[in-house]
């Protein structure tokens, strides 16, 4: 159905209340600019067709203020969570009957009421197939809600779904123009839609018998979770009681989708990926073989016009028949590329000559593209023997070619699914990755900042180049903190994975299966407890039988990271041994949705990123510099004479104070204050540190870890009572975790 676009950037924790809105007046230039495709009879339906509609986005969605704006003809509808507006579809509102319409407008104005994803880490986000999967499941959620508060539009849902289906249809079209083949990730997306509507007709639960069986593997293993979390929506009452409620339910049907659906969905989008790799492999082979065949006069045109340019250590693993079909098969990928290429050609010249505006509508034929750069094969119609065989030259290559295949794979994924978003009638996600860009875009550029200036002129004694070059090196100096975190990120990448799994079980609740009892309105109704109103000639109408899915009771978390950067710290790279733990427990944090502070300290205070900061990039960057701090800290100390003794003189009482105060602030349950230290500290800085931690132990509901990274780290012991020290990055995932779980299971002991 029509998709709501969440903003995965803003801070993953927020307080309970109703989301920060933009409004803004309907764009009128914009408007006119669309309606001017129509006929005046056809603008005045669309505009009274539209102000109906308005009217009921505001009820559902509980917004008054809501724009609801016309979209280019043929867009779709959907709720752009990140502008607030609910763009619908002019030419629908001519083509489509009214009951249909309703349904729609109600369908995204339930997003408005309910769908919350502004906790969801960017991360998640950018994962091929995360939004796709999401919007499977929350569209029915949506639905549900609608259907359950507004009965007298469930009966329309069904004549709407019923025309969504054929949506499916065009999915399938684009899949096999871009990919060549209809990936597994999309099928199952759809058979839990599928799975949903049976639900809603009252039907039992019964897989397509048609689907492979991988898919009905994940789809069996899954569905019932799916079901949980399209079930976790608020009543009418609750959504108008409480946006705390609301956020609620949502972050619970996430984590359902999160932990019990993704693990298993997302085993058919790595196939879906292997697959694309072998794709992209003979697109290369495709490459070559055109431009063997453009200079065919030499050893490489007689190599193509005779067979398939298939690298030869391929060709090895391949029987003669099995090459053979190989090369039948990209062959015929040519040559529709060829006559793709050609039908357009002639196309936008017809266009051209009969209306003078084909370039303006065609531009360079797609096709025609396709056909230089490689045409997807159908890969479903190889024998799964060549496919076996492709994955293993491919598994062979060496890990910089395999690195390129991937992101190519990748890429190819990601505009199938931008295609695919506009097919269904509206974005599944804002991308992440554009809208990165488009806030670095809308930042004012140093030249934009400065104000206009005459023509620079020479400068007597300095050498125009050498000044250029200073220019390269001061800019690649101020870049180098960015790069230091994403390398290192890329070095713990499988330790990130690895502790998100080991503390998932710890932060993160188990949802609650039960139902509850005592609604007016529900998915089920409590049999004895309706018995029970009858025998008190309680009506129908006022019955209190129906029950709803359990809310889980879960904890909040707040944790502090507090990074020693002194100088002690540059000694035996521990400090970088260090910061590869930071990035690990952040990157974990930000992935578990937990509200986290980073604070490093050496004779000053240093704030990375504070409560209710989104993870962002400019924050990893800012990150980077932790490195350079503990080593410039412990060439100024000797630059100063300071002693050796005097090294390890941070004011480690100083910062822990000032880290545990802002802790304290946080209205949170359960309360983690971690130090990241060597633990070496000056003699007179020793009772006032011992007295401190008493002092938070004892009087306030924190817990205090100490974790001391690399080697010489076992003085963290004789401070955090809580504490591992000596322990290697590699190994800290699975210590971590048993000191954690062990903290948090006696949480309420301390």
Same mark, same amino acid.
């Given at each position: 159905?029509?998709?709501?676009?969440?903003?995965?950037?803003?801070?993953?924790?927020?307080?309970?209340?109703?989301?920060?809105?933009?409004?803004?007046?309907?764009?009128?230039?914009?408007?006119?600019?669309?309606?001017?495709?129509?006929?005046?009879?056809?603008?005045?339906?669309?505009?009274?067709?539209?102000?109906?509609?308005?009217?009921?986005?505001?009820?559902?969605?509980?917004?008054?203020?809501?724009?609801?704006?016309?979209?280019?003809?043929?867009?779709?509808?959907?709720?752009?969570?990140?502008?607030?507006?609910?763009?619908?579809?002019?030419?629908?509102?001519?083509?489509?009957?009214?009951?249909?319409?309703?349904?729609?407008?109600?369908?995204?104005?339930?997003?408005?009421?309910?769908?919350?994803?502004?906790?969801?880490?960017?991360?998640?986000?950018?994962?091929?197939?995360?939004?796709?999967?999401?919007?499977?499941?929350?569209?029915?959620?949506?639905?549900?809600?609608?259907?359950?508060?507004?009965?007298?539009?469930?009966?329309?849902?069904?004549?709407?779904?019923?025309?969504?289906?054929?949506?499916?249809?065009?999915?399938?079209?684009?899949?096999?123009?871009?990919?060549?083949?209809?990936?597994?990730?999309?099928?199952?997306?759809?058979?839990?839609?599928?799975?949903?509507?049976?639900?809603?007709?009252?039907?039992?639960?019964?897989?397509?018998?048609?689907?492979?069986?991988?898919?009905?593997?994940?789809?069996?293993?899954?569905?019932?979770?799916?079901?949980?979390?399209?079930?976790?929506?608020?009543?009418?009452?609750?959504?108008?009681?409480?946006?705390?409620?609301?956020?609620?339910?949502?972050?619970?049907?996430?984590?359902?989708?999160?932990?019990?659906?993704?693990?298993?969905?997302?085993?058919?989008?790595?196939?879906?990926?292997?697959?694309?790799?072998?794709?992209?492999?003979?697109?290369?082979?495709?490459?070559?073989?055109?431009?063997?065949?453009?200079?065919?006069?030499?050893?490489?045109?007689?190599?193509?016009?005779?067979?398939?340019?298939?690298?030869?250590?391929?060709?090895?693993?391949?029987?003669?028949?099995?090459?053979?079909?190989?090369?039948?098969?990209?062959?015929?990928?040519?040559?529709?590329?060829?006559?793709?290429?050609?039908?357009?050609?002639?196309?936008?010249?017809?266009?051209?000559?009969?209306?003078?505006?084909?370039?303006?509508?065609?531009?360079?034929?797609?096709?025609?593209?396709?056909?230089?750069?490689?045409?997807?094969?159908?890969?479903?119609?190889?024998?799964?023997?060549?496919?076996?065989?492709?994955?293993?030259?491919?598994?062979?290559?060496?890990?910089?070619?395999?690195?390129?295949?991937?992101?190519?794979?990748?890429?190819?994924?990601?505009?199938?699914?931008?295609?695919?978003?506009?097919?269904?009638?509206?974005?599944?996600?804002?991308?992440?990755?554009?809208?990165?860009?488009?806030?670095?875009?809308?930042?004012?550029?140093?030249?934009?900042?400065?104000?206009?200036?005459?023509?620079?002129?020479?400068?007597?004694?300095?050498?125009?180049?050498?000044?250029?070059?200073?220019?390269?090196?001061?800019?690649?100096?101020?870049?180098?903190?960015?790069?230091?975190?994403?390398?290192?990120?890329?070095?713990?990448?499988?330790?990130?994975?690895?502790?998100?799994?080991?503390?998932?079980?710890?932060?993160?609740?188990?949802?609650?299966?039960?139902?509850?009892?005592?609604?007016?309105?529900?998915?089920?109704?409590?049999?004895?407890?309706?018995?029970?109103?009858?025998?008190?000639?309680?009506?129908?109408?006022?019955?209190?039988?129906?029950?709803?899915?359990?809310?889980?009771?879960?904890?909040?978390?707040?944790?502090?990271?507090? %990074?020693? *950067?002194?100088?002690?710290?540059? /000694?035996? $790279?521990?400090?970088?041994?260090?910061? @590869?733990?930071? +990035? !690990? =427990? #952040?990157?974990?944090?930000?992935?578990?949705?937990?509200?986290?502070?980073?604070?490093?300290?050496?004779?000053?205070?240093?704030?990375?990123?504070?409560?209710?900061?989104?993870?962002?990039?400019?924050?990893?960057?800012?990150?980077?510099?932790?490195?350079?701090?503990?080593?410039?800290?412990?060439?100024?100390?000797?630059?100063?004479?300071?002693?050796?003794?005097?090294?390890?003189?941070?004011?480690?009482? %100083?910062? *822990?104070?000032?880290?545990?105060? /802002?802790? $304290?602030?946080?209205?949170?349950?359960? @309360?983690?204050? +971690? !130090? =990241? #230290?060597?633990?070496?500290?000056?003699?007179?800085?020793?009772?006032?540190?011992?007295?401190?931690?008493?002092?938070?132990?004892?009087?306030?509901?924190?817990?205090?870890?100490?974790?001391?990274?690399?080697?010489?780290?076992?003085?963290?012991?004789?401070?955090?009572?809580?504490?591992?020290?000596?322990?290697?990055?590699?190994?800290?995932?699975?210590?971590?975790?048993?000191?954690?779980?062990?903290?948090?299971?006696?949480?309420?002991?301390?």
């Amino acid at each position: 159905m029509e998709k709501f676009r969440p903003n995965p950037e803003v801070p993953h924790e927020q307080p309970a209340r109703e989301p920060e809105m933009v409004y803004r007046e309907l764009d009128r230039r914009k408007e006119k600019d669309v309606l001017a495709t129509f006929t005046p009879e056809q603008q005045a339906e669309i505009k009274h067709k539209q102000q109906i509609l308005s009217s009921l986005a505001y009820f559902i969605g509980k917004d008054f203020r809501i724009p609801v704006e016309l979209n280019e003809a043929g867009a779709g509808w959907h709720w752009d969570f990140q502008e607030n507006v609910i763009r619908i579809d002019p030419k629908d509102l001519l083509e489509k009957p009214m009951d249909y319409l309703r349904f729609v407008i109600s369908h995204e104005g339930g997003h408005r009421r309910i769908s919350r994803t502004d906790f969801i880490p960017l991360e998640e986000w950018k994962q091929p197939g995360f939004a796709f999967m999401m919007n499977t499941i929350e569209d029915p959620r949506d639905n549900n809600f609608v259907a359950e508060s507004y009965p007298k539009f469930r009966e329309q849902m069904e004549e709407a779904y019923g025309e969504h289906m054929g949506f499916e249809l065009s999915a399938a079209e684009i899949a096999e123009k871009k990919l060549g083949f209809q990936p597994r990730f999309m099928q199952a997306g759809f058979e839990y839609i599928k799975q949903w509507f049976k639900e809603v007709k009252g039907e039992e639960f019964k897989i397509d018998e048609t689907l492979s069986e991988e898919i009905k593997e994940v789809v069996e293993a899954t569905l019932a979770s799916a079901n949980d979390s399209w079930l976790r929506y608020p009543s009418r009452e609750e959504a108008d009681k409480s946006e705390k409620l609301i956020r609620k339910y949502a972050q619970v049907s996430y984590e359902i989708n999160r932990d019990e659906v993704w693990p298993e969905f997302k085993k058919l989008i790595e196939a879906d990926m292997n697959d694309q790799k072998a794709q992209e492999l003979l697109k290369d082979a495709q490459k070559k073989q055109g431009e063997g065949e453009e200079g065919s006069q030499g050893p490489e045109g007689e190599q193509a016009q005779n067979g398939v340019n298939l690298p030869q250590e391929l060709k090895d693993k391949l029987t003669p028949e099995e090459q053979k079909v190989l090369e039948e098969a990209i062959k015929k990928a040519i040559e529709g590329a060829k006559k793709e290429s050609e039908e357009a050609e002639a196309k936008k010249e017809a266009d051209a000559e009969g209306e003078g505006k084909g370039e303006k509508e065609q531009g360079e034929p797609q096709e025609g593209k396709e056909g230089k750069s490689g045409k997807p094969i159908d890969i479903a119609s190889l024998p799964d023997g060549i496919k076996q065989k492709i994955k293993e030259y491919i598994d062979s290559l060496p890990e910089e070619e395999q690195r390129e295949m991937a992101e190519k794979a990748q890429s190819a994924f990601r505009e199938f699914e931008d295609a695919l978003n506009e097919e269904l009638q509206g974005k599944l996600s804002d991308n992440p990755e554009k809208k990165t860009e488009r806030e670095e875009s809308d930042k004012p550029s140093e030249s934009e900042t400065e104000k206009p200036k005459a023509p620079e002129r020479e400068t007597p004694g300095i050498d125009p180049e050498e000044l250029i070059k200073f220019k390269d090196r001061l800019a690649k100096e101020i870049k180098k903190d960015a790069n230091v975190y994403e390398t290192m990120r890329q070095e713990v990448l499988p330790l990130i994975d690895r502790l998100e799994t080991e503390l998932r079980e710890i932060f993160v609740a188990r949802k609650a299966k039960g139902w509850e009892s005592g609604f007016r309105t529900g998915k089920r109704i409590d049999i004895k407890k309706r018995i029970q109103e009858k025998a008190k000639s309680v009506p129908a109408m006022e019955s209190k039988a129906w029950q709803k899915r359990e809310l889980p009771d879960e904890k909040d978390y707040a944790i502090s990271l507090l %990074v020693d *950067l002194s100088g002690s710290m540059a /000694r035996e $790279q521990k400090i970088e041994e260090t910061f @590869k733990a930071v +990035i !690990v =427990l #952040s990157e974990v944090l930000s992935r578990l949705s937990i509200n986290f502070e980073i604070l490093g300290f050496n004779d000053h205070t240093y704030k990375y990123k504070e409560f209710g900061q989104f993870m962002s990039k400019p924050i990893r960057e800012h990150m980077g510099e932790m490195i350079n701090r503990s080593q410039e800290f412990l060439q100024q100390q000797k630059n100063r004479g300071v002693t050796f003794d005097q090294i390890f003189d941070q004011i480690d009482d %100083v910062a *822990l104070e000032f880290a545990s105060s /802002r802790l $304290q602030t946080e209205k949170t349950d359960h @309360k983690l204050l +971690i !130090v =990241l #230290s060597d633990g070496e500290t000056a003699a007179k800085r020793k009772e006032p540190l011992h007295e401190l931690v008493r002092k938070i132990s004892t009087e306030t509901n924190q817990r205090l870890i100490g974790l001391g990274i690399g080697r010489n780290t076992e003085h963290v012991g004789t401070y955090y009572p809580n504490s591992i020290a000596n322990v290697q990055v590699k190994e800290m995932a699975e210590k971590l975790a048993v000191l954690i779980k062990d903290v948090i299971a006696n949480y309420d002991k301390f």
